[in-house]
């Protein structure tokens, strides 16, 4: 065996130890969140028009993608949190007989991203009242003819974990991406009658919140020492074998 033969044999060796060390490495779970929120003063523990948006809307929010640079991105996770405020009001148009009226004040928000969507239905408040027959048949919305609920409010979340390839490499890089955030009225009355009359005032708002769950390889001293002779044995090998 020539000596050139024996060199490459401990170049090998060397190269194989330093692979080891870094399959040594140990793979440790991290999590990053970013979260928006539309409207950007949404308070959901004390809400009121000022804070919330009214009707029917559809925005784009930006969000940071997952920055690769950071380890390896295992799962996706977006949570939605909706909030709904309004008035319902409803009154008895029969003038002879008194009915029973049912108010259901809710909204439906929808957030969709790359590959993703999460939806959160809330029902914010069901109010049932029976009421008086109103014989002149005008709609005042005042007692006893009506059902009047004022300053009512509800906050509903949703979570929504994706792994699948695709999602993960569509969140994947850097920069930001858009999540479209959609808020529908979806308030109904209801009787016995089939004579009334109703209206309803409905705001909200929502916070997304995307989580990204990713592996990060953390080097150890022991892996760290195995690296360190691997480089010095090849640095000694080509020392002492020029190239001719």
Do not use: C, W
Not at 63 to 88: I, M, Q, R, S
Not at 181 to 196: E, H, Q, V
Request: hydrophobic share 35%; net charge negative.
């Amino acid at each position: 065996m020539t000596f050139t033969a024996v060199s490459n044999i401990r170049s090998r060796i060397v190269l194989a130890v330093g692979l080891t060390a870094l399959a040594a490495f140990p793979a440790y779970a991290a999590q990053i969140s970013y979260d928006v929120m539309d409207p950007s003063n949404l308070n959901f523990s004390n809400l009121n028009t000022s804070d919330t948006k009214q009707g029917n809307y559809s925005d784009s929010l930006p969000l940071p993608l997952f920055n690769p640079t950071l380890g390896v991105l295992t799962e996706v996770t977006f949570t939605l949190e909706g909030a709904v405020y309004g008035n319902a009001e409803g009154e008895n148009e029969d003038p002879q007989n008194p009915d029973t009226i049912t108010l259901d004040l809710s909204s439906t928000l929808t957030a969709t991203g790359p590959n993703s969507t999460s939806v959160v239905s809330i029902p914010l408040v069901q109010d049932i009242g029976t009421v008086s027959a109103n014989p002149s048949g005008d709609t005042t919305y005042a007692s006893p003819y009506s059902v009047v609920d004022d300053g009512a409010f509800a906050t509903q979340t949703e979570s929504n974990n994706y792994t699948d390839p695709v999602t993960l490499a569509a969140y994947t890089g850097f920069g930001t991406f858009s999540f479209s955030l959609m808020s529908k009225g979806s308030s109904t009355a209801s009787d016995t009658n089939g004579d009334i009359n109703s209206q309803f005032r409905t705001y909200s708002g929502g916070e997304i919140t995307v989580t990204y769950t990713y592996d990060t390889y953390t080097p150890e001293p022991g892996p760290m020492v195995l690296i360190g002779a691997a480089l010095v044995g090849l640095g000694l090998l080509r020392h002492k074998n020029p190239v001719r």
